[in-house]
């Protein structure tokens, strides 16, 4: 599933997108409602700084801009990850970045259930899932050759809305087949991570409603789980190459 872009099929863009995709809707909403800041949506965060750094509330700009801070440190960690693992062969590289971010969630869920992290009052948890949320769009931008990107819905509609118009010019001139054929599979593929990304928001919204304290603890078992078969894979391809 995590496979390097140039060996990557339109189907495992399809599911890396999709499953990624409802999981960043569900901590992007679960973060809102529990905290009051979106850990995903990064152009309302500059945007809050901005107005809140402009109408005199400081402590709001502050917790708005250390949020993108935290976003960009996530989305450098994903890349170093990735650039220092392709140096030295590493396979699996992406497929660890995801597992290292079920590892960090599951240990924040847990700090949250054990120990009452407070949710309203502190950022520390906004923070965390920001940062979290960086390096799942940085990892997964990368694998996907930036086709895909989970958390940026506003670049998954524009390029919707590009692939919508250059569909609709297909019926004006003759296109060939073939490239009919992949422009249909681009339009599905945004449309099913835009719908995957509302579908996750509103699954969300029913964690934090009603199961606030173990929420968390599964989205992190889920992201090990997409973890996992891709480290598997890649570290059982290689073992025939060291023998």
């Known amino acids: 599933m995590l496979l390097e872009k140039s060996g990557r099929t339109f189907l495992q863009d399809r599911q890396l997108g999709s499953s990624l995709s409802a999981i960043a809707g569900a901590i992007n909403a679960f ?43 996530g989305a450098m960690l994903s890349a170093v990850m990735v650039n220092v693992g392709h140096r030295r062969g590493a396979a699996g590289v992406y497929a660890y970045s995801i597992l290292i971010e079920a590892i960090i969630l599951a240990a924040l869920a ?17 923070a965390i899932l920001s940062f979290l949320m960086g390096m799942q769009n940085a990892t997964v931008t990368r694998v996907s050759g930036a086709v895909v990107r ?17 569909w609709l010019e297909t019926f004006a001139k003759s296109e060939e087949a073939e490239k009919h054929i992949r422009m ?55 073992k025939p190459n060291d023998s």
């Open 150 to 166: 989970t958390t940026h819905v506003t670049g998954m509609l524009t390029d919707l809305g590009i692939e919508l118009a250059n």
């Open 184 to 238: 249909l599979q681009r339009l599905r593929l945004h449309s099913l991570i835009i719908a995957c990304f509302i579908f996750g928001s509103g699954i969300g919204a029913l964690g934090y409603l009603h199961w606030q304290k173990g929420f968390l603890l599964t989205i992190a078992c889920i992201l090990g789980c997409l973890a996992l078969p891709g480290i598997f894979v890649t570290s059982t391809a290689e």
């Open 31 to 73: 973060g809102f409602l529990s905290a009051g800041y979106y850990c995903a949506n990064m152009t309302g965060n500059v945007s809050a700084l901005a107005a809140n750094f402009v109408n005199g509330d400081i402590k709001v700009a502050f917790v708005s801009g250390a949020l993108v801070v935290c976003f960009l440190f």
């Open 110 to 126: 847990l700090a949250k259930m054990f120990y009452g992290v407070p949710s309203g009052q502190s950022i520390v948890s906004p």
